[in-house]
């Protein structure tokens, strides 16, 4: 029952409250009205006091929130300050106090990659900075601020790059290091030449080593940095000799000449190959060129001069030795340039003679030379005395004669005529036919050498081969034949 009472009760206070509300709802309503509307139903002192509370109550509200909004304003005023807003590359990374404190933050963290870097770094982000307003905690500042430097900032290192005609060629983490590389390179080449006579060492291009900022992914290591320069590449070919192999077939198998696979080979000796050794097969095409100059003394020859004496009892087309010439000498004291180990020069400096040359004199004949044809008489062939006649000889038959001549002694044609038979031919061994026309035909067996050819015409005396030992002969003679429409005669009858 206590609890139905109590139910009750607080219903009535309900519908109390809810009456009130409604009441004051409908007083609100009225009196916004009043305001706004300005109801002409109502009587004029009802509106007067209505709007008077209006006017009252709407100042109030107004100031309420102008006070409210200083208050904003001035405790935003209270708790932030003057900021920066910085940018990087035209993104915002956050605002900062002031400029001294973002240049200094970014001065720290250049240092610190200057330590771990080793050198000289220097920024390419560009870096704006914008007036504006931050609270203490939007400020970056620290750490926060060091973490958004090394998201953002983009840089360089200070490295050296060889240059060669003004080309860069390659780029080293210190000038030292750049310095070592060219060193190497022209150690290389150090070893073919002669150290106790070198002059100067350096490049033929002109190379220079300069200071700039690059890339950390630029800067070549120093080994390969040498070979890079010394080769022109960073290709490697190799190929390991097998048995059988020389540079000459290895050369062909590859398609390069002998004098490439040598020159990609420096300090192989060709002709010292081994088994298993490796050969390297990429051809240098250096970038830098490496030039000495060697100072080297040497005998030379003086070359000898060549006169000529006439005389009218040799034929227009004979000459001979009368004085042989000799080579003087003379020391010759040069600078050798050689250009990555071959020589491309060399510039005398002094000469002192040693011997005078002597000068060779040759006999030139100016007799008029006689027809090439068979004139019907023969002489004989060459100098020398008959060792063998003619005929039956130890039950074989001799078809000519035999003249006892040292080897290399001048064959002449018996007569004029047509050369039909230079070769080797059985017995006879080297062997020359000459056709003197009317049947006639001589030979010339055991020779050395000839002088002629078939189809060449030949006058009477002409030199045509040396005596030799070829074919059946049993020392240095010439064997010669004459015979008349394929039969042999005996030669001593014809020769005058
Ligand atoms: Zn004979």
């Known amino acids: 029952m206590e609890v139905d009472k109590?139910?009750?009760?607080?219903?009535?206070?309900?519908?109390?409250?809810?009456?009130?509300?409604?009441?004051?709802?409908?007083?609100?309503?009225?009196?916004?009205?009043?305001?706004?509307?300005?109801?002409?139903?109502?009587?004029?002192a009802l509106k007067n006091r209505f709007s008077k509370k209006i006017v009252n109550k709407k100042?109030?509200?107004?100031?309420?929130?102008?006070?409210?909004?200083?208050?904003?304003?001035?405790?935003?005023?209270?708790?932030?300050?003057?900021?920066y807003?910085?940018?990087?590359?035209?993104?915002?990374?956050?605002?900062?106090?002031?400029?001294?404190?973002?240049?200094?933050?970014?001065?720290?963290?250049k240092q610190k990659l200057q330590e771990?870097?080793?050198?000289?770094?220097?920024?390419t982000s560009g870096i704006t900075y914008t007036k504006s307003r931050a609270s203490k905690k939007e400020l970056l500042q620290g750490a926060e601020l060091e973490e958004a430097l090394k998201k953002s900032m983009k840089y360089s290192l200070q490295a050296f790059s060889i240059y060669v005609n003004g080309n860069p060629v390659a780029t080293l983490k210190s000038k030292g290091i750049a310095d070592a590389v060219l060193k190497e390179?022209?150690?290389?080449?150090?070893?073919?030449?002669?150290?106790?006579?070198?002059?100067?060492?350096?490049?033929?291009?002109k190379v220079e080593v300069k200071a700039e900022f690059t890339e950390l992914g630029k800067i070549m290591e120093k080994e390969d940095t040498v070979s890079y320069l010394a080769k022109g590449t960073n290709e490697i070919k190799l190929h390991t000799i097998e048995s059988g192999e020389s540079f000459w077939s290895i050369s062909k198998k590859y398609k390069m000449s002998l004098q490439e696979l040598e020159r990609a080979n420096p300090g192989v000796d060709s002709e010292k190959i081994k088994i298993g050794q490796t050969l390297n097969l990429i051809m240098p095409k250096p970038l830098v060129s490496v030039k000495t100059v060697e100072t080297v003394t040497a005998i030379e020859n003086v070359p000898y001069e060549q006169?000529?004496?006439?005389?009218?009892?040799?034929?227009?087309?004979?000459?001979r030795v009368?004085?042989?010439?000799?080579?003087?000498?003379?020391?010759?004291?040069?600078?050798?340039?050689?250009?990555?180990?071959?020589?491309?020069?060399?510039?005398?400096?002094?000469?002192?003679?040693?011997?005078?040359?002597?000068?060779?004199?040759i006999v030139k004949g100016t007799k008029a030379l006689p027809p090439k044809k068979g004139t019907g008489t023969f002489s004989f062939p060459?100098?020398?005395?008959?060792?063998?006649?003619?005929?039956?000889?130890?039950?074989?038959?001799?078809?000519?004669i035999d003249i006892g001549a040292p080897v290399g002694t001048p064959v002449r044609a018996s007569d004029g005529g047509v050369v039909i038979w230079v070769g080797t031919d059985g017995g006879y061994g080297k062997l020359v036919k000459v056709d003197h026309g009317a049947g006639y035909i001589s030979y010339y067996g055991h020779l050395s050498k000839y002088y002629v050819s078939v189809g060449q015409k030949v006058y009477k005396g002409q030199k045509i081969a040396a005596v030799g030992n070829t074919g059946r002969s049993t020392g240095p003679h010439l064997h010669f034949e004459i015979r008349k429409n394929g039969v042999p005669k005996n030669p001593l009858s014809y020769l005058k």
């Open 6 to 44: 109590n139910r009750k009760l607080a219903g009535t206070h309900l519908d109390r409250i809810k009456q009130a509300a409604s009441k004051t709802f409908s007083q609100i309503k009225t009196v916004v009205n009043k305001a706004f509307k300005f109801d002409i139903n109502h009587s004029q």
């Open 59 to 83: 100042r109030f509200l107004i100031s309420c929130s102008s006070i409210a909004l200083l208050a904003v304003i001035g405790i935003y005023i209270w708790v932030s300050g003057t900021a």
């Open 85 to 109: 807003a910085m940018k990087i590359n035209d993104v915002e990374i956050g605002k900062v106090k002031n400029q001294k404190v973002a240049e200094a933050a970014i001065q720290t963290f």
């Open 116 to 123: 771990q870097n080793k050198c000289e770094i220097s920024f």
């Open 185 to 205: 390179i022209q150690d290389i080449y150090l070893k073919t030449v002669d150290q106790t006579k070198l002059k100067e060492i350096g490049f033929a291009e």
């Open 307 to 319: 006169k000529v004496e006439l005389t009218d009892t040799m034929y227009k087309d004979e000459t």
């Open 322 to 361: 009368k004085v042989k010439g000799q080579y003087g000498e003379k020391e010759v004291v040069a600078d050798v340039i050689r250009v990555n180990g071959l020589e491309t020069g060399r510039t005398i400096l002094s000469e002192k003679p040693l011997k005078d040359p002597k000068a060779e004199i």
């Open 382 to 400: 060459s100098r020398g005395s008959i060792t063998s006649r003619f005929g039956l000889r130890w039950g074989r038959r001799h078809e000519g």
